[in-house]
């Protein structure tokens, strides 16, 4: 196993309390890290320090051995644009992924009629299943997942977690955040909880 990302005493305030102090990790392929902790916890501070996307207000040190496919917990989807045009467009430096693909995502999460559908006419719950439909075109091996299953389905959730034990077999590694009990079968899972934010 290769080691992809390697947290070292990562440490963040907000405001002038303390979120977290001193965590230290490393996730090599085939792993899996959830971090779980209570609403205003830090975990998205963390998430996004370690996606790179926060340079200021933290401590510790990173070291990134793989590229990054991160996906928050908003949908970051243009409204104005249809679902086809919104998954083909290029937000994270990998290629744009063919018609045929996006239309094996989007029926993966039962979105194959939407493909022209203009983002804004659909429903928070299918908004989040496009923007989930990113983790079945995405290249990279290591995946960031900001609460992945909020608002979806049973059989989405169920979908999701497939698409992610067969990401960490193939060789992949995945940090998320979720308040859903992760169930991965055959793939190493490590478990960081952070501190209540009061």
Sequence with gaps: MSILLNAKGLSAERGHREL??????SISTGEALHVVGANGSGKTT????LAGLMQYGFQGRIDRNSP???LGHQSALKGHLTVLENLRLD???WSEPSYDLVLDALTQLEL???TDTF???LSVGQQRKVSLARIFLTEHTLWLLDEPFTSLDKAAVSKI????EDHLLRGGAIVLTSHHDIKLSSTKLKIIELGSFE
């Design 161 to 164: 977690e497939g698409c992610i």
């Design 68 to 70: 990054i496919f991160y």
């Design 119 to 121: 983002v804004n006419n």
């Design 46 to 49: 963390l998430m996004r320090i």
């Design 112 to 114: 194959a009629g939407f």
């Design 20 to 25: 977290f102090k001193n965590i230290s990790f």
């Design 91 to 93: 937000l994270s430096g």
